[in-house]
């Protein structure tokens, strides 16, 4: 039995003028708002991406163009309701950073059930952040601070900043040293915690095998099934090699099947068909520049020999919000359609 989808129509503010030949007439403006659905209907959206399915995913960046967006290409509120995972290429919206992304990103997330993801780095290392450590007893992270040994008394005190405050300590990453990466991956799930996100989607493009090993074996402490927090997600995607250690961590691999570049390539990677997301380009640098959507519907159709797929995806979604047909992310949404066919009563 296909499961029932929900779409929303998207329309475009309309403006009608009303011209009359009396110069004392006031102009009449009507807009045609987003249409609005009753509580059944998000009720039901949330159900169907609560349920074991093929998902949709995107990255989506053009939400961070301003913090007064005046085009619905840059609102969460414009992108298909359907969707289900966004991943916050470039920024985190906070309620001081992009106000009004953030109220889209809570509204999205409690009345859609649309999931947010951070990006994290995995294509390079020597990244620096406050090292923090999980307190059992208080069931949340703490901040760990730099100490030193006094030479006179032998002591150990704590290092002080030049305003008499206890100096974080710091980390970088540094590859093939454990303690560096569970640490970053202690700083990607703080993060997420603390600005209310579902998860994180690490970007394997670079780091060994074993390195992203040792942070999906840390994270697993947090996220997933397993974790503290098991309705957020742990994430890797990936273009050429896949990382072999993280099958038992990951919810999902994105895999990057960039047809402008490799053509139509569904295979995973070698990691587990059910969890992969085969994920399009549908930037500017897709052959179409991603305007109409590139091969999203053809990653959507397609069916492994055996079992599901985990999904179809685009990277910079943005770009198909301006299809040449005049409907704003035609073709992604006709792929959502087509993977999940919603009834028709």
């Known amino acids: 039995m296909k499961i029932k989808i929900f779409f929303s129509v998207f329309v475009l503010s309309i403006i009608t003028l009303s011209l009359t030949s009396c110069d004392n007439d006031v102009e009449t403006i009507e807009i045609q708002d987003l249409y609005k659905y009753d509580s059944q ?8 991406k609560n349920s074991k399915h093929e998902i949709s995913y995107a990255y989506y ?4 163009n301003t913090q007064n967006p005046t085009s619905w290409g840059e609102r969460f509120l414009g992108l298909p309701d359907s969707l289900d995972i966004v991943n916050l290429w470039i920024d985190i919206p906070t309620k001081e950073s992009y106000p009004t992304a953030y109220a889209d990103m809570v509204y999205c997330q409690t009345m859609k059930g649309t999931r947010f993801v951070m990006h994290g780095d995995a294509s390079n290392y020597n990244h620096y952040f406050w090292d923090r450590v999980w307190n059992e007893d208080k069931q949340e992270f703490e901040y760990v601070y730099e100490t030193k040994e006094d ?8 290092v002080l900043d030049e305003n008499g405050k206890k100096k974080h300590k ?3 990453t540094v590859s093939g040293n454990e303690e560096s990466l569970r640490s970053y991956a202690r700083w990607a799930v703080d993060t997420l915690v603390q600005c209310g996100l579902d998860g994180v989607d690490f970007d394997y493009e670079g780091w060994g095998d074993a390195d992203m090993g040792i942070v999906g074996n840390e994270c697993n402490k ?8 098991s309705e957020k997600l742990f994430i890797v995607d990936f273009f050429g090699g896949s990382p072999s250690t993280c099958d038992d961590y990951c919810d999902y691999f994105i895999r990057q099947a960039y047809s402008w570049q490799v053509g139509f390539s569904t295979h995973s990677g070698g990691r587990p068909e059910d969890r992969t997301v085969l994920c399009e380009s549908t930037g500017a640098e897709s052959q179409d520049g991603g ?3 590139a091969m999203v519907r053809e990653y959507a159709r397609f069916e492994p020999a055996s ?3 985990g999904g179809f995806g685009a990277y910079y979604l943005d770009y198909n919000y301006k299809s040449q047909s005049g409907i704003p992310y035609k073709e992604f949404r006709e792929a959502i359609q087509i993977q999940n066919p919603a009834l028709n009563k």
């Open 61 to 64: 960046a053009s939400w961070a």
């Open 222 to 229: 947090y996220l997933g099934p397993q974790g503290k927090w």
């Open 291 to 293: 305007v109409n959507g």
């Open 41 to 48: 209907y998000f009720k039901n959206l949330r159900e169907f």
């Open 307 to 309: 079992g599901k797929k």
């Open 170 to 172: 710091m980390v970088k």
């Open 151 to 158: 030479a006179t008394t032998g002591k150990t005190e704590f």
